[in-house]
């Protein structure tokens, strides 16, 4: 009994079709308009137009009706009201303000790509032909939306309200127990919240096969947005997943990740609740294992004084 997915996201910008345009050139679907999907996951991700970005819809999916039940009582001895209709629970985030929209089922599974060989010291494997990487024509694109990162002043409450209420489990806490990773699938985190200046979207995060996809990836994009790095190319600590992160038309900042640790048997799993800044860099809580060490761009993004009006004059907190 439990969540089992994170399905896709609605993502609210001032251009929708400046940023459809964008991910159609670098890698994703756009068949129905607004929509964004992989080649497998038809729907990741609905662009919505409003005056500021934000993330506009959460939707998850749990295994039983059961589940929405569970859900709705844990929320509502919270004060979040939810309406369950059929096999769906929706619910407005009472701190974000995000719709939250919980289905019974599960996402469509994902193909096995063929592996690709690999040359190491006593391994050669691929011998007699170039690496795939090179034969490519173009880059491999992305598979499915794995994760969405969150900030908040109010970071306590939130963290309670999806762990507590809405059933996210947690894999690891950073910045003195501050920050939470959790996961609602075997993914080490589905979902990240962190303290922040004003409550807003850190980031999306794109699934890609491996590191040469998040190389060739973000080098098309750096192409033709020479200012859109933001933080990349490395490993990180919590979850290992290997990361690239940089910016959309949008001004959100996305991130093109591969290889991150997978979590199937709960029981077993040790968490870090590290007591380190992850300034600290070389212990298990520093952002990267290698690359860039300091998170002083991934975090201090340059509109948050404008997102933080525009919420203020919607009464948001
Ligand atoms: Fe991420």
Same mark, same amino acid.
């Given at each position: %009994?439990?969540?089992?997915?994170?399905?896709?996201? =609605?993502?609210?910008?001032?251009?929708?079709?400046?940023?459809? !345009?964008? @991910?159609? &050139?670098? +890698?994703?679907?756009?068949?129905?308009? #607004?929509?964004? #999907?992989? =080649?497998?996951?038809?729907?990741?991700?609905?662009?919505?137009? !409003? !005056?500021? &970005?934000?993330?506009?819809?959460?939707?998850?999916?749990?295994?039983?009706?059961? =589940?929405?039940a569970a859900i709705?009582?844990?929320? +509502? *001895? %919270? #004060?979040?009201e939810s309406k369950i209709s059929g096999t769906n629970l929706s619910c407005v985030d009472p701190i974000f303000g995000h719709r939250i929209s919980i289905d019974v089922g599960v996402a469509p599974s994902l193909q096995q790509n063929p592996e690709r060989v690999f040359n190491s010291p006593g391994r050669n494997q691929r011998v007699g032909t170039r690496a795939e990487a090179l034969l490519e024509t173009?880059? &491999? &694109?992305?598979?499915?939306? +794995?994760?969405?990162?969150?900030?908040?002043?109010?970071?306590?409450?939130?963290?309670a309200f999806y762990v507590d209420g809405i059933g996210f489990r947690v894999s690891d806490q950073v910045l003195n127990g501050i920050a939470t990773f959790m996961r609602c699938e075997s993914d080490h985190h589905n979902f990240f919240i962190h303290p922040g200046f004003t409550s807003h979207l850190n980031h999306y995060a794109l699934e890609v096969d491996d590191v040469d996809a998040i190389g060739k990836l973000g080098m098309a994009v750096?192409?033709?947005?020479?200012?859109?790095?933001?933080? #990349?190319i490395g490993r990180h600590n919590l979850g290992a997943n290997i990361f690239w992160y940089l910016t959309d038309p949008s001004g959100n900042m996305f991130e093109f990740f591969s290889d991150m640790d997978q979590i199937t048997d709960d *029981?077993? @799993? *040790?968490? !870090?609740?590290?007591?380190?800044d992850w300034e600290g860099a070389d212990g298990p809580a520093g952002f990267s294992v290698w690359g860039p060490k300091e998170p002083e761009s991934f975090i201090n993004q340059p509109d948050l004084f404008e997102i933080a009006a525009a919420r203020e004059a919607r009464g948001l907190i």
């Amino acid at each position: %009994m439990a969540l089992n997915g994170l399905l896709d996201i =609605d993502l609210a910008v001032k251009n929708p079709q400046e940023l459809c !345009d964008f @991910w159609s &050139r670098n +890698g994703l679907n756009s068949s129905t308009a #607004g929509v964004l #999907g992989t =080649d497998e996951r038809k729907k990741q991700i609905t662009v919505v137009e !409003d !005056d500021y &970005r934000h993330l506009d819809a959460l939707h998850l999916s749990c295994e039983f009706e059961s =589940d929405l039940a569970a859900i709705a009582q844990r929320i +509502g *001895e %919270m #004060g979040v009201e939810s309406k369950i209709s059929g096999t769906n629970l929706s619910c407005v985030d009472p701190i974000f303000g995000h719709r939250i929209s919980i289905d019974v089922g599960v996402a469509p599974s994902l193909q096995q790509n063929p592996e690709r060989v690999f040359n190491s010291p006593g391994r050669n494997q691929r011998v007699g032909t170039r690496a795939e990487a090179l034969l490519e024509t173009a880059p &491999r &694109r992305p598979r499915r939306l +794995g994760h969405v990162v969150l900030a908040t002043p109010h970071f306590e409450k939130a963290t309670a309200f999806y762990v507590d209420g809405i059933g996210f489990r947690v894999s690891d806490q950073v910045l003195n127990g501050i920050a939470t990773f959790m996961r609602c699938e075997s993914d080490h985190h589905n979902f990240f919240i962190h303290p922040g200046f004003t409550s807003h979207l850190n980031h999306y995060a794109l699934e890609v096969d491996d590191v040469d996809a998040i190389g060739k990836l973000g080098m098309a994009v750096l192409a033709e947005r020479p200012d859109a790095n933001v933080v #990349g190319i490395g490993r990180h600590n919590l979850g290992a997943n290997i990361f690239w992160y940089l910016t959309d038309p949008s001004g959100n900042m996305f991130e093109f990740f591969s290889d991150m640790d997978q979590i199937t048997d709960d *029981e077993a @799993w *040790e968490r !870090d609740f590290c007591k380190r800044d992850w300034e600290g860099a070389d212990g298990p809580a520093g952002f990267s294992v290698w690359g860039p060490k300091e998170p002083e761009s991934f975090i201090n993004q340059p509109d948050l004084f404008e997102i933080a009006a525009a919420r203020e004059a919607r009464g948001l907190i």
